[in-house]
């Protein structure tokens, strides 16, 4: 069987609510606790949100993270307030992110799809985003359920695993 370079899932349980869980993706002030050193949403009058107001489709972002000198922009392309939150990544890619309450855990199911299949592509984005989305979601889960941040924001430390 073919290895398909073009989408990869990755899911994780969280022992916390359906809200808490949408809000962690869509309120900048939740997403810096487990994911971003500074995150801005801009709603469509590219007028920048509050940092406890959940971002809607058609906002766009600007992603930073800490130790990295990347700035990742995009656009969000789905947010139906509940369950499901979509946005744009890594050029044309785009990341669906499925929320299914199971018990007192909420599924958190992450799509990255659309990703080119050039040689650069398959390596930085296919393979570098799941390595990335595999640490974040575990911090993702290591935060809401115990308050630990798993993130090195220690410059001297720059290049260990995160």
Same mark, same amino acid.
Request: with cysteine; hydrophobic share 35%; proline share 1%.
């Given at each position: 069987?073919?290895?398909?370079?073009?989408?990869?899932?990755?899911?994780?349980?969280?022992?916390?609510?359906?809200?808490?869980?949408?809000?962690?993706?869509?309120?900048?002030?939740?997403?810096?606790?487990?994911?971003?050193?500074?995150?801005?949403?801009?709603? @469509?009058?590219?007028?920048?949100?509050?940092?406890?107001? +959940?971002?809607?489709? %058609?906002?766009?972002?600007? !992603? =930073?993270? &800490? $130790?990295?000198?990347?700035?990742?922009?995009?656009?969000?392309?789905?947010?139906?307030?509940?369950?499901?939150?979509?946005?744009?990544?890594?050029?044309?890619?785009?990341?669906?992110?499925?929320?299914?309450?199971?018990?007192?855990?909420?599924?958190?199911?992450?799509?990255?799809? @659309?990703?080119?299949?050039?040689?650069?592509?398959?390596? +930085?984005?296919?393979? %570098?985003?799941?390595?990335? !989305? =595999?640490? &974040? $979601?575990?911090?993702?889960?290591?935060?809401?359920?115990?308050?630990?941040?798993?993130?090195?924001?220690?410059?001297?430390?720059?290049?260990?695993?995160?």
């Amino acid at each position: 069987m073919a290895q398909d370079w073009t989408s990869f899932n990755l899911s994780i349980a969280v022992k916390t609510s359906l809200e808490t869980i949408y809000d962690a993706w869509t309120k900048s002030a939740e997403i810096e606790k487990w994911f971003l050193e500074t995150c801005t949403y801009f709603k @469509n009058t590219q007028e920048p949100r509050s940092g406890n107001e +959940n971002t809607e489709a %058609g906002d766009t972002y600007k !992603w =930073t993270w &800490y $130790l990295y000198e990347e700035t990742e922009k995009g656009k969000i392309t789905s947010a139906n307030g509940r369950d499901f939150f979509q946005f744009s990544f890594a050029g044309e890619c785009l990341v669906d992110i499925q929320l299914k309450e199971i018990g007192d855990h909420v599924l958190v199911n992450l799509t990255q799809h @659309n990703i080119p299949t050039d040689e650069k592509s398959k390596f +930085n984005i296919r393979i %570098g985003c799941l390595e990335g !989305w =595999t640490f &974040y $979601l575990a911090n993702l889960k290591s935060f809401y359920e115990t308050g630990y941040d798993l993130r090195n924001k220690v410059a001297e430390l720059k290049g260990v695993n995160n």
